[in-house]
Each structure stands twice: as structure tokens, then as C-alpha cells.
């Protein structure tokens, strides 16, 4: 859930694309800076803030607030969620009142409830800790804390658009993206000096060269803002991933991305999802990335052995809805069931849907399967019927696990 600036679909941010790409198309033309968020804003504010802690932040300025906040984003980052409640408790107590305490709680509601859709009862709760440090972060006027609530108010709006472009609430997103620009350039004030910045310099290398390489309608577009260019940016995220502890799980969920989505590298990919899952093992979302890893690289033995050994699933109904599409490709692909395989994919449209945006790269990725299975059945009416439905959800038309 990261921050970046704006590309627009339909002159729209809000088209269907990942989490993590979503959010990247929303900033990376909102100035020149920052994929639906890996997936998150929160903690690269956070990593952030720790890194700029010695521009006169308040929060920020002494070590014991730096290790419980530290400790406090691997708990959410794995779904420890009592744990960080008591994180939250703590910081409250040392900094009642700081903007950064509604920015951790929102966070925590975010993540419990994943994927918040904007039925969830917990959305009010979520928009209300968010408005309220960004409210908090504009009436704060202290020079010397200005880097600390600039990336804290900056976290904040990143983490009420992601929500926003999610759930394709369009008329949500305009008014918080036009007053986030001006947050956007000044925060470019403090890059030269910090190497946690990288993670941002990195994003829009990359995203401004590729997407509209991969999107042509938009390299008119493109020309309005700054080049870029894929290697620096590949570069610069590679750097924070060796050599930044809070960054590391978010360029590694970008890189991941990259590779699968726009490189058609999936063995480069594989590399950065192992790594994420073994780091946060108890994160769903991280988990269904790998397995569909896996399962792109023609791992079936061991994508059916992450299913088979991870009790995430209970846990999440979004990442089950998931994994019974996974389970469609293995029967399609592994075993040649294609009857158990239709019946999967079926399933798994039928389970996911109730997640709407969210679910709809998993829903392609079934559509494609039925696809094929109509083929092989001879059933070309349905052939080329699934086939429009999976290439209307894609994001991307190239992972269709046709090969």
C-alpha cells in the first residue's frame, strides 16, 4: 500500500489493476515521484519516518519508540493482531494525541479486516482514524517535526486511496488525490539525503517507462512528466530490498510484481514471493502470491504442498475462495482432471465474487481455465465466452496459465 502518483484508466484511476499496482498508477502522475498495494503504505511511511528521525521528529527521536514501532509492523505484517494491539496501546501512552497513533490503528483495522470492501463494518472505523491523522497532520504547523507528519499525513491519504481505488470509489478518490499533490512534491525535499528513499526514486523509474509500454493509450500521457528508466528503477528497488530492513518486504512485493506482470520473468519472480512468504509466512496475501508463483513456474508438487501444510485459509475466506481456484489449475494441469478442474474454477468464481474488485484477477484466472476446458470439449461457444470474461478481469492478459 504505498504512495505514488497517478495514472489514469479511462482518464479514471480507479480501473481494476492489483493492489499494489492500483495505488502506483494513482500516484506515479499525481507529481513526479509511487499495483491494487502489496501491498503498504502504512509501513513504508513508517520506514520513512524512521530514516528521516533525525530531522528533529518528535515520535521518532528515540530509540525505544523506533524498536516498538519496528516490532509493531512485523506484527501486522504477519497478522499477529493482538500483539500489535498492545503496540498500539503502548504508543498511545507514550504519544497521546500524535497523528501517527490514528495512522497505526487504521492500519490494524485495515489489515484484520483484509480485503476491506466497502461493506465491511469496519470501513467507518478505518475512514474515521484516517481522516483523523490527516486532519491532525494539516492543523500541525511545528517546523521541526515536519518530516515526521509530512510522511505521516502522506501514509495516511495513501492508505485512504488504496482503499478508495480497491472499491472503485471513484467520486472518494479525486478530492484526497488533488489535495495529496502538493504532500507529494515537498516530500521530495528529503530524498537526497536517505537511502530508504530509493524505494520511491525506484517505483517511478520503473512504472513510468513500463506502464505506458504496457498500456500504449497512455504514452501521450507519459510525456508530461519526467522520463524514467526500468533499470535505475529495478536497481534502486533491489538496493532497498538488500539493505533496508522496513523496506524489505515492500520492494520485494514490488519486485515480485514487476516480474510477473511486466517482465514475464516468473522464475525472477519466484525468487522475491519465496522470500516475502518465508519472512511473513502468515500473511495471506503473500502466501497466494507465491503459490500462484508456483503454479506459474509449473511448481505444482510444491504450490499442493504450501496449500496442503498452511492453515491461512481458515483464517481468511478471501484466500480460500483463492486457493479453490489454485486447486482448479493443479486438477486442470497436474492431475488432467478436467471435470474436478471446471468444478473448482466454478466454485471459486462463485466464492470470490463476493469480494468484488478484489477477486476479480482470481476470477480471470478461472475464466481462462474454463476456457481451455471447453476447448478440449470441443464447446467452442463457451471457449471464446470464458475467454472474454477472463480478459475482461485480467489485469494482465499474459498471466492466463495457458502454457
Given at each position: 500500500m504505498v504512495i505514488i502518483l497517478p495514472l489514469m484508466d479511462d482518464f479514471n484511476p480507479l480501473n481494476k489493476i492489483h493492489k499494489i499496482q492500483k495505488i502506483i498508477k494513482l500516484f506515479i502522475f499525481l507529481s513526479s515521484l509511487p499495483e491494487k498495494f502489496k501491498k503498504s503504505m502504512f509501513f513504508i511511511g513508517l520506514a520513512l519516518l524512521l530514516s528521516t528521525s533525525s530531522l528533529h521528529g518528535q515520535l521518532l527521536n528515540d530509540s525505544t519508540s523506533i524498536k516498538l514501532i519496528k516490532k509493531g509492523i512485523d506484527y501486522v505484517y504477519n497478522f499477529q493482531f493482538n500483539n500489535a494491539d498492545k503496540v498500539s496501546a503502548e504508543l498511545s501512552k507514550l504519544?497521546?494525541?500524535?497523528?501517527?497513533?490514528?495512522?497505526?490503528?487504521?492500519?490494524?483495522?485495515?489489515?484484520?479486516?483484509?480485503?476491506?470492501?466497502?461493506?465491511?463494518?469496519?470501513?467507518?472505523?478505518?475512514?474515521?482514524?484516517?481522516?483523523?491523522?490527516?486532519?491532525?497532520?494539516?492543523?500541525?504547523?511545528?517546523?521541526?517535526?515536519?518530516?515526521?507528519?509530512?510522511?505521516?499525513?502522506?501514509?495516511?491519504?495513501?492508505?485512504?486511496?488504496?482503499?478508495?481505488?480497491?472499491?472503485?470509489?471513484?467520486?472518494?478518490?479525486?478530492?484526497?488525490?488533488?489535495?495529496?499533490?502538493?504532500?507529494?512534491?515537498?516530500?521530495?525535499?528529503?530524498?537526497?539525503?536517505?537511502?530508504?528513499?530509493?524505494?520511491?526514486?525506484?517505483?517511478?523509474?520503473?512504472?513510468?517507462?513500463?506502464?505506458?509500454?504496457a498500456h500504449p493509450v497512455y504514452k501521450t500521457l507519459a510525456f508530461l512528466f519526467p522520463t524514467g528508466s526500468k533499470v535505475k528503477g529495478l536497481k534502486d528497488l533491489k538496493t532497498v530490498a538488500n539493505n533496508s530492513i522496513i523496506l524489505k518486504a515492500e520492494s520485494y512485493s514490488f519486485l515480485t510484481q514487476i516480474f510477473l506482470s511486466f517482465e514475464n520473468n516468473y522464475q525472477q519472480a519466484t525468487f522475491y514471493s519465496k522470500s516475502l512468504h518465508a519472512?511473513?509466512?502468515?500473511?495471506?496475501?503473500?502466501?497466494?502470491?507465491?503459490?500462484?508463483?508456483?503454479?506459474?513456474?509449473?511448481?505444482?508438487?510444491?504450490?499442493?504442498?504450501?496449500?496442503?501444510?498452511?492453515?491461512?485459509?481458515?483464517?481468511?475466506?478471501?484466500?480460500?475462495?483463492?486457493?479453490?481456484?489454485?486447486?482448479?489449475?493443479?486438477?486442470?494441469?497436474?492431475y488432467h482432471d478436467f471435470k474436478q478442474a471446471q468444478e473448482c474454477y466454478l466454485k471459486g468464481i462463485k466464492d470470490i465474487s463476493v469480494f468484488r474488485?478484489?477477486?476479480?484477477?482470481?476470477?480471470?484466472?478461472?475464466?481462462?481455465?474454463?476456457?481451455?476446458?471447453?476447448?478440449?470439449?470441443?464447446?467452442?461457444?463457451?471457449?471464446?465466452?470464458?475467454?472474454?470474461l477472463a480478459l475482461k478481469l485480467a489485469d494482465f492478459k499474459n498471466i492466463d496459465f495457458d502454457e
Open positions: 504519544y497521546p494525541g500524535h497523528p501517527l497513533i490514528y495512522l497505526f490503528k487504521g492500519m490494524e483495522i485495515y489489515w484484520e479486516n483484509y480485503p476491506l470492501i466497502t461493506t465491511s463494518v469496519a470501513r467507518e472505523s478505518f475512514e474515521e482514524d484516517m481522516h483523523k491523522c490527516i486532519e491532525l497532520c494539516d492543523k500541525n504547523k511545528n517546523p521541526s517535526a515536519e518530516a515526521e507528519i509530512l510522511l505521516t499525513n502522506l501514509c495516511a491519504r495513501g492508505f485512504l486511496l488504496l482503499f478508495y481505488t480497491d472499491n472503485d470509489l471513484s467520486f472518494e478518490v479525486f478530492p484526497i488525490a488533488t489535495s495529496t499533490y502538493q504532500c507529494i512534491r515537498k516530500s521530495f525535499d528529503f530524498t537526497s539525503n536517505y537511502s530508504d528513499f530509493y524505494f520511491f526514486t525506484g517505483v517511478y523509474n520503473y512504472y513510468r517507462e513500463a506502464y505506458p509500454e519472512i511473513y509466512p502468515d500473511n495471506p496475501e503473500y502466501l497466494g502470491i507465491y503459490i500462484k508463483n508456483l503454479l506459474l513456474i509449473k511448481q505444482y508438487d510444491e504450490a499442493e504442498k504450501e496449500i496442503g501444510s498452511s492453515n491461512t485459509y481458515l483464517r481468511n475466506s478471501f484466500f480460500q475462495a483463492q486457493v479453490t481456484i489454485f486447486n482448479g489449475i493443479l486438477q486442470e494441469k497436474k474488485s478484489y477477486g476479480e484477477e482470481y476470477a480471470a484466472y478461472a475464466y481462462f481455465g474454463l476456457s481451455r476446458i471447453s476447448a478440449i470439449n470441443g464447446d467452442k461457444d463457451n471457449e471464446k465466452t470464458y475467454r472474454k
